[in-house]
């Protein structure tokens, strides 16, 4: 990566433990708030709300973060400084001055237009005209490239040209898509590097002219690690074999009964909350029985045990399930793949209840997603016991970054302090 080492190479660097779980939407909210999911309130890529049985993902905003913000401290230590916010995922809106983030429009006959959520409002039509639509298929899904990458890059340099934000947060997501669909370490991994740095290059050229050559402060963080992974495990299933899962059958095959199901997982890479209903005692111990000693379970956490990560939040489940660093978890229930319901052979972040990488693969021959999880080859999530499982900060200058190992909790006080907080 040539162009990053050129913009780093004589700053500083440290590694970067994400917190468990290492997974974007909670690692993001850690590295805004400084806080962890006890305080902010972000447990997972998804909520599940007990109270109207109902599942949430990747579709939550931004008031679902319970703490306050980089741009919000900034806002409250000098009103002139502005933010300007690309992408990442609970940004909407967002008390930022300059928003940009998917949102896709549904449409009532089920498919979806092309669109995104900006502040101001009308800066989309820009960015539209400038770019073309945001290329979601791009984004995520069996299509997923670098084209995604760049139109965020190239929109955010847009708006750096247009506004001059004091701070400028992108999520550049590149690197997910070759190393969970090949592994961390496949060639096609090595390439999406290459690719990127191609994108970073243009960035910084683009963002040096937007603030007419003036030195700016770069500073690079991984939100987390891929691991290889040769092992996955089906809480869902495990759960029903227990009789505590049940189904309703529909048109389209299984579906989970949320009000019915004594527990039930929602899964996210490594990680995984499970809800058990009424919060029984008897269930927890039984559900936290079940998973003790399993292949792939490193960790079965309930009630206060849960502190040990600072995951003890009311939206938190009643048992969280840790992945051993080889091992992930899939969120099928089914016994019988032709009982699968329809949503699980499509790209569907919403419907589905918990993260599905195997959405990064095609099977031609049905011209669906594969019901294969065994297919996914690199996963994260599982707290950082290892020193490949930690990742980098790095930055353009000297100085910034304190000697020894930091949390993804430490970077909004990194960042706070180049502005006096």
């Keep these: 990566m040539p162009h990053l080492s ?4 004589k700053g500083g660097q440290a590694p970067l433990v994400a917190s468990f779980p290492a997974v974007t939407w909670p690692v993001q909210a850690n590295m805004l708030t400084g ?3 006890s305080e902010h309130g972000v447990v997972a890529n998804g909520f599940y709300w007990r109270d109207d049985a109902k599942v ?6 931004n008031d679902k973060i319970e703490s306050p913000q980089i741009w919000d401290l900034l806002h409250r230590h000098d009103p002139a400084l502005t933010s300007a916010v690309w992408f990442p995922m609970l940004s909407k809106k967002c008390g930022a001055d300059y928003v940009c983030m998917p949102a896709p429009i549904h449409n009532p006959d089920g498919s979806e237009s092309l669109w995104c959520y900006t502040k101001p409002v009308e800066l989309y039509g820009d960015l539209r005209d400038a770019y073309g639509h945001f290329p979601l298929q791009h984004f995520w899904g069996p299509l997923a490239n670098i084209k995604a990458t760049a139109w965020i890059a190239n929109s955010a340099a847009l708006a750096a040209q247009r506004f001059q934000p004091n701070f400028c947060y992108l999520y550049l997501p590149h690197l997910d898509y070759a190393a969970q669909r090949d592994g961390p370490d ?3 991994a090595l390439v999406a590097l290459a690719e990127l740095d191609d994108v970073i290059g243009n960035l910084v050229r683009d963002f040096s002219d937007a603030y007419d050559g003036a030195e700016l402060l770069w500073m690079v963080a991984s939100e987390y690690v891929i ?3 040769d092992h996955v495990t089906y809480p869902n299933r495990m759960l029903r074999e227990a009789g505590l899962l049940s189904v309703r059958e529909e048109e389209d095959g299984e579906h989970l009964d949320f009000t019915s199901s004594l527990a039930w997982a929602l899964v996210d890479h490594q990680c995984s909350h499970l809800f058990v209903k009424d919060a029984n005692p008897q269930v927890i111990e039984k559900v936290a029985t079940l998973f003790q000693g399993q292949e792939g379970i490193a960790e079965v956490l309930a009630g206060t045990e849960r502190d040990k ?10 048992v969280v399930l840790v992945s051993t660093a080889n091992s992930w978890q899939a969120y099928y229930w089914w016994e019988d793949d032709a009982r699968a319901p329809g949503f699980a052979r499509q790209v569907d972040i919403h419907r589905k209840p918990g993260y599905d990488p195997v959405e990064l693969h095609f099977d031609r021959e049905t011209k669906s997603i594969p019901l294969d999880a065994t297919l996914v080859k690199g996963s994260h999530g599982a707290p950082a016991t290892m020193p490949e499982q930690q990742g980098v900060l790095l930055c353009s200058q000297n100085e910034v970054i304190p000697n020894g190992a930091l949390a993804d909790t430490d970077v909004a006080g990194l960042v706070l302090r180049q502005f006096g907080i």
């Design 6 to 9: 050129q913009l780093v190479g």
């Design 227 to 229: 691991t290889p992974v």
């Design 56 to 61: 949430e993902m990747w579709t939550a905003s």
């Design 35 to 37: 806080k962890l999911a």
């Design 309 to 318: 990560y600072g995951l003890n939040h009311p939206r938190a489940g009643e």
């Design 186 to 188: 496949s060639e096609a």
